[in-house]
């Protein structure tokens, strides 16, 4: 037990010390094997020495003193000898954990020019997200740092979809299924809508698996209700594989190279965010428009449908009210328009300065205490609570996970929180149901707002300021 007051930099402490612990195990395995590889009495065939015998068995050696797998054993290996300098430094100081350590060394792996930079931005990213996260936040770096590469990479690794199958305790087994994500998206939203509506006391997991298992058998799914009418008291049709792809409009129409964002999953190169979309139903959101709008429809510029001139300041451009286009079919191509990644690297850049700031100037750094938006007169759906369809599609494109720090719950699983809370008695007063002031946070973490125990708050560009309830402070970016 801890004698000594505990506060959140001991935590922190205490984490780097044990990270830095074991990675001198794994340090310490890998000499060994080393030293051991060279003992002359590990011979083979004919007395002729054999490095590859004398590895093994040491491999053995070290699995069997520390009571890990021999592949652990060769894993470790492997990341020691093949890990750039910086990333094996960072975990050898307790930075990353090991699981952030092996994950960002095979996300590196035969990354051509990785420059200084590029190794310390990835480090730093890594050291702040969950295990879970870590892949997703390494990926969307280096989709930024080489397309072409990242595109030809990710190509490379669809060889490498697979399905296993282990057997666990107490008579279960576990089904593993690795591909392309956009595949394992589609079959997630599949079994999803299988087991959406389905009239079950089971938990959410168990009623996913019965899903999955009746898609995959072709089976009925086990419903609970009396109606002889159920739709799923015969065997159920595979739903339809659907993946939300999120790109740029000069992307999808060919005239730039951004990686387009698949939701819940993270980045996929242009091409192939291309491809998923050529054959899908668009939909199309505008946050911005220029010059003025004409009256009840019309394009004209005939002086007696001009705008009426209202008492009101206009509205900034860049908090113009978002809105869909109608669904286009499969095979419409967008030929102007741009996401602008530039204003993502931005805030990212942004968040760098932001983080060597001082508290108090986080607290002045709040682009809207009242919660508008950046309007100045509400917008349509701005005074009503529920956020309208293309608003909630516009933020969870936006903000691909939870906001909190470090959590992986995709934004399409979360609840559309407003920062500032949404004032139902006087709803013009404050916090508007508007992009700008809404934020995706899982269950969970958004307990943690509604108790009062953290605090969130929205800075330019779209970061969120995160405080803790000791007063730590965390930023989120738009696209992290």
């Known amino acids: 037990m801890y004698d000594a007051p505990v506060s959140v930099d001991v935590l922190v402490s205490a984490k780097v010390d044990a990270q830095a612990s074991f990675a001198r195990t794994v340090s310490a395995s890998c000499a060994y094997v080393q030293e051991s590889s060279r003992r002359p009495a590990v011979l083979g065939p004919g007395g002729v020495f054999d490095a590859e015998a004398a590895e093994i068995c040491a491999v053995a ?118 591909g392309p994500a956009e595949q394992i998206a589609g079959m997630k939203r599949a079994i999803v809508e299988a087991a959406r509506g389905v009239t079950d006391p089971s938990s959410l997991p168990a009623r996913l698996f ?67 979309a050529g054959d899908a139903t668009w939909q199309a959101l505008i946050t911005a428009t220029g010059g003025t709008e004409p009256r009840a429809g019309c394009s004209c510029l005939c002086p007696e449908h001009d705008p009426p001139t209202v008492p009101d300041p206009p509205v900034p451009i860049t908090g113009r009210e978002v809105r ?21 690297r931005k805030a990212r850049e942004q968040v760098e300065y932001l983080r060597a700031l001082p508290p108090t100037a986080l607290d002045r750094a709040v682009a809207d205490p009242a919660g508008h938006g950046g309007f100045a007169v509400p917008p349509a759906g701005a005074l009503t609570y529920r956020p309208s369809e293309a608003v909630a599609a516009l933020v969870t494109a936006l903000y691909p996970a939870c906001v909190h720090p470090g959590c992986a719950v995709p934004s399409e699983d979360c609840d559309l929180d407003h920062v500032v809370p949404f004032d139902h008695t006087d709803p013009r007063r404050a916090g508007w149901t508007v992009a700008a002031n809404l934020q995706p946070l899982c269950r969970r973490h958004h307990g943690l707002k509604t108790r009062g125990q953290w605090h969130y708050r929205k800075l330019r560009n779209g970061i969120v300021h995160i405080r803790d309830s000791q007063g730590n402070d965390y930023l989120t970016a738009p696209g992290e």
């Open 210 to 276: 019965d899903a999955a298992h009746a898609i995959i058998t072709g089976t009925p799914l086990p419903c609970d209700c009396v109606d002889e009418s159920c739709a799923h008291a015969p065997s159920p049709a595979a739903p339809a594989h659907h993946a939300v792809i999120v790109l740029d409009a000069a992307t999808a129409a060919g005239l730039a190279g951004e990686p387009g964002h698949l939701v819940g999953w993270g980045p996929v190169p242009a091409d192939t965010a291309r491809r998923i």
């Open 61 to 178: 050696e070290v699995a069997a003193a520390l009571a890990v797998s021999t592949r652990t054993v060769t894993e470790w290996l492997f990341l020691t000898r093949t890990a750039h300098p910086a990333v094996a430094e960072a975990f050898d100081a307790g930075l990353l954990a090991y699981a952030a350590f092996r994950t960002v060394c095979r996300s590196l792996a035969g990354v051509p020019n990785a420059t200084e930079a590029l190794l310390q931005r990835v480090i730093a990213a890594a050291s702040r997200c969950t295990p879970g996260a870590v892949a997703a936040a390494v990926d969307r770096i280096l989709a930024e740092f080489d397309a072409e590469w990242h595109r030809i990479a990710r190509e490379r690794a669809t060889t490498e979809r697979y399905v296993s199958v282990r057997k666990l305790a107490r008579g279960q087994a576990e089904l593993k299924v690795r």
């Open 324 to 344: 869909r286009t109608r669904r286009m079919p499969a095979g419409w191509t967008p030929t102007t328009g741009k996401l602008g990644s530039t204003t993502a």
